[in-house]
């Protein structure tokens, strides 16, 4: 099982650690910097503040990691990235949210909400803001940016795909992303780093903290997928808890073409009795909440016990009121999601919602890689899920679990 403690930190570090959080992320930005200044005070105290006479050392322990950076707007709206202190032989990690429709900018006394263009945009400006003199770049980019686009099927554009060969070009050593929609997408650029990350632990300790009497076995408990796509998710979960699975297949009417996609004509079921069961459905994306709305009711109408929503990444493009009205009439009993992507206050504000926090991984995985470390055991959560069900299994308080 993943412990920090375990890790080995005897390696000396790439470089100096230096975090760049762009205004899109700097909530959760700021809490992963937390964690990691407290973890290296930490291990100071226990060399008795001695570390090897290397420079990197020097500025191994400090008061913060992040470092001080801008993406100001001309009022035609351009925009120009600016780093407000140097970088010079640091690892440099840089963490952007895509999806954070709350940032506005001015252009011609017009009020815009930045897109996930925009935010790209600001990426690769403080990439080139670096100039090079960072002595390794990573992006974490927890919903990879364009990537529910992830095959070309016709006469179609590869965003995603060309986005990754692009940052690449410009010096960056490894992408982090989190649930990406088709991780194939990372054959574009097979000759460097890229690692898909998904939060399945976090939901599992978020879902045992909130629910006192769930039963995690094949008799009252059971994964669903909600489609082809998520059934890798699905098919995990349930190998790692030993329960049992179904899956949901969509049945599209291809003649149309409504909001970007095929509309849904039916949702067929692929599985076991699923009656009087708790059931977890778990998808990588809320986006309007309408295939997973119908999942829900589909269940019910199977005689499904407590249905719990897990997405990593809540959109709700389409506003809460079709939850709000779903969760009145006995759809669901839950929501999961965790706070990679902007959370609103009304997202947050719902009895039935349960964010998953996810800044601690993120620390984990700085932390190691900034010591050259592997990252194997962190994406991997299988023992640490064992572990926390035990856990709730002998009633133990969950609070302190990684």
């Not at 960072?134 to 995603?160: K, T, W």
């Not at 399945?200 to 995690?216: E, W």
């Not at 699905?234 to 297949?249: D, I, P, Q, R, T």
């Not at 998953?356 to 050259?372: G, P, Q, V």
Request: charged share 25%; with cysteine; glycine share 6%.
């Amino acid at each position: 099982m993943f412990k920090r403690q375990d890790q080995d930190y005897s390696k000396q570090p790439v470089g100096p650690l230096g975090i760049v959080c762009l205004d899109s992320c700097k909530d959760l930005g700021k809490q992963v910097d937390e964690y990691l200044v407290k973890w290296r005070r930490e291990r100071a105290e226990s060399d008795n503040g001695k570390h090897p006479e290397h420079p990197i050392y020097h500025s191994y322990c400090k008061d913060s990691f992040l470092v001080k950076a801008q993406t100001p707007r001309f009022g035609t709206g351009e925009a120009k990235g600016a780093l407000q202190e140097s970088v010079r032989g640091n690892d440099l990690f840089i963490m952007l949210d895509v999806t954070n429709y709350s940032m506005t900018y001015r252009i011609n006394k017009y009020e815009n909400h930045m897109s996930p263009d925009d935010h790209f945009q600001d990426l690769k400006r403080v990439i080139a803001a670096a100039g090079g003199k960072a002595r390794r770049i990573n992006v974490i980019m927890p919903f990879l940016y364009e990537s529910r686009q992830h095959r070309r099927g016709g006469r179609e554009s590869l965003d995603c795909a060309m986005a990754l060969q692009e940052l690449v070009q410009m010096g960056v050593n490894n992408i982090i992303t989190f649930d990406a929609h088709d991780d194939r997408v990372q054959n574009a650029i097979p000759l460097h780093g890229f690692e898909t990350v998904r939060p399945t632990y976090q939901f599992i300790k978020g879902l045992l903290s909130t629910v006192p009497d769930i039963k995690l076995d094949k008799d009252h408990f059971m994964t669903i997928s909600p489609d082809e796509g998520a059934t890798r998710r699905s098919v995990y979960l349930a190998s790692v808890l030993g329960v049992n699975m179904g899956m949901f297949y969509k049945r599209r009417d291809y003649t149309q073409v409504v909001n970007g996609r095929n509309p849904i004509v039916a949702h067929e079921f692929l599985g076991q009795d699923i009656e009087g069961k708790d059931v977890f459905v778990i998808d990588d994306m809320i986006s309007s909440g309408d295939s997973m709305i119908d999942v829900a009711r589909e269940l019910k109408k199977r005689k499904a016990g407590r249905i719990f929503l897990a997405a990593t990444f809540g959109l709700f493009t389409s506003g809460m009121e079709r939850f709000d009205k779903a969760y009145e009439e006995g759809l669901f009993d839950y929501i999961l999601t965790t706070n990679l992507t902007y959370q609103s206050e009304a997202v947050l504000s719902r009895p039935y919602h349960i964010s998953c926090d996810m800044s601690k991984y993120i620390a984990y995985i700085i932390d190691t890689l900034n010591h050259d470390g592997s990252i194997s055991s962190l994406l991997d959560p299988f023992d640490r899920i064992q572990a926390i069900v035990e856990k709730y299994n002998n009633g133990e308080d969950l609070s302190n679990a990684d």
